[in-house]
């Protein structure tokens, strides 16, 4: 067991009902250890800004650099500390001024409070899993993209309020399920550019940096930002949660677009359609036979979990004055939540789409599974200037009852309607030759880079 798995007020968390996001490099970088981390490069980076501008000496910054070592502190310990002042900001400073020494220690934490070492460090810990994201979308765009080529026109059942409805392709769905993506991924890039630190002092004022002697105070949230690699933030946001509701949303976006990658493989791998399967399904534990789309499913609930998780960010910025109570606190978990959530999607989905497993041989006889019923809007169409509109659309509904009642084909039966002795019905009934512009509707979406 590492520091990473461990939970210091619970003993073992390492994702045992968390199978979507366990195991996974955004699990990690939002472990207990992960945070530990951040939150000792937050202060690390405070004395090294104050002593950038000279209001700190350089020796306090290298001895705070030295002691703040994550191996060195106790995540148990922490944990159970956090509960007296309700965060683990405190117990951590003082354990890092204690291990800096007198000499240098009254620089710990100097002019900061809590809330911006825990929100800096929040930022810390989206950054790393933002990458880590962006990266899984990159390769689950490219999975995509190989997809939308090769089966640009592959035809299959378009379906609409899970009826057939007229031929698409399978490319198109593919630059589709991208397009969806891609939407996801310049949000989080975006996202990922302008997360901010965090520095304002215990009411957003700098007042404590003036205190000590720093009258160009002004300059150090520019410094402390810069030694993160965070963006200057334009106002201390201790209340003005904007960086955390665009992270939520973004990630909750993310989500949904995955999802609905997902939902489309669920549904498309049932039994009595399989028209696509992953590429190595998960087992059950009663059934031998079973190939369980696993990867789609966990998407599938992360997709269905992280709406509920945004809200309670969206909900934490009614926050009261300077600094909340209670609106701050509530942000921690259902953030981390959300972050390993996606991240854990972002995993599953470039495993499903690099696997994904396609049929044409399938799509193509569920073209069929209608009697030709698939294209009867283009029949109703093309019809109408020989029979005229009302007659021709009489003329299909009277066959379309007799597809079903005989079990014939609507091409054969029109083919022995008088009134279309001279109509040629071949191409018309044809519904792999109606799928409109789907191709080139394909090629266009992958223009978008």
Not at 248 to 275: H, N, P, Q, W, Y
Request: glycine share 10%; proline share 6%.
């Amino acid at each position: 067991m590492t520091s990473a798995d461990t939970d210091g007020a619970t003993g073992y968390e390492g994702g045992l009902l968390g199978p979507g996001w366990a195991g996974s490099p955004a699990a990690a970088a939002t472990g207990d250890t992960a945070f530990l981390r951040a939150l000792l490069a937050a202060e690390t980076a405070l004395t090294q800004a104050q002593a950038a501008l000279g209001l700190a000496p350089a020796k306090a910054a290298a001895a705070v650099r030295g002691a703040a070592d994550p191996g060195h502190f106790d995540l148990a310990v922490l944990a159970g500390q956090a509960r007296g002042g309700g965060n683990p900001v405190i117990p951590l400073v003082a354990e890092l001024t204690r291990a800096v020494g007198a000499e240098h220690g009254s620089y710990v934490h100097r002019g900061a409070t809590s809330q911006d070492i825990m929100d800096t460090a929040m930022m810390l810990v989206a950054a790393r899993t933002l990458d880590i994201i962006l990266a899984d979308l990159g390769r689950t765009g490219r999975a995509l993209a190989r997809m939308a080529v090769e089966h640009r026109d592959t035809p299959m059942p378009g379906r609409t309020l899970t009826q057939h409805a007229v031929p698409t392709t399978f490319g198109l769905k593919a630059a589709g399920w991208r397009s969806l993506l891609l939407d996801a991924r310049d949000r989080v890039a975006a996202v990922r550019e302008g997360l901010p630190a965090q520095l304002g002092g215990a009411a957003g004022t700098l007042a404590a940096f003036t205190a000590y002697g720093a009258d160009d105070a002004i300059d150090l949230p520019a410094a402390y930002a810069r030694e993160l690699g965070l963006r200057e933030p334009p106002l201390p946001w201790h209340t003005l949660r904007t960086p955390i509701a665009d992270l939520s949303g973004c990630l909750a976006f993310t989500a949904g677009a995955l999802g609905k990658l997902a939902t489309d493989v669920l549904t498309l791998s049932r039994t009595e359609i399989s028209e696509v399967a992953e590429a190595s399904g998960g087992g059950s534990s009663a059934m031998p036979h079973k190939a369980n789309p696993v990867r789609s499913t966990l998407i599938a609930a992360a997709a269905r979990r992280a709406p509920q998780l945004a809200a309670t960010l969206y909900g934490a910025m009614a926050a009261e004055d300077e600094r909340p109570a209670g609106a701050w606190h509530a942000e921690w978990e259902p953030l981390r939540d959300l972050l390993r959530l996606v991240g854990g999607a972002a995993r599953d989905a470039a495993e499903l789409a690099e696997g994904l497993r396609v049929h044409p041989e399938v799509m193509r006889e569920h073209l069929g599974l209608t009697h030709g019923l698939i294209v009867s809007e283009r029949l109703s169409a093309e019809l109408a200037p020989a029979l005229g509109r009302d007659r021709a659309k009489e003329l299909l509904t009277e066959v379309a009852k007799r597809t079903y009642t005989e079990g014939r084909s609507l091409a054969e039966l029109l083919a022995e309607e008088p009134e279309l002795a001279d109509v040629d019905l071949g191409e018309p009934t044809d519904p792999t030759r109606y799928t409109g512009f789907a191709g080139a509707l394909t090629d266009r979406a992958l223009e978008r880079r």
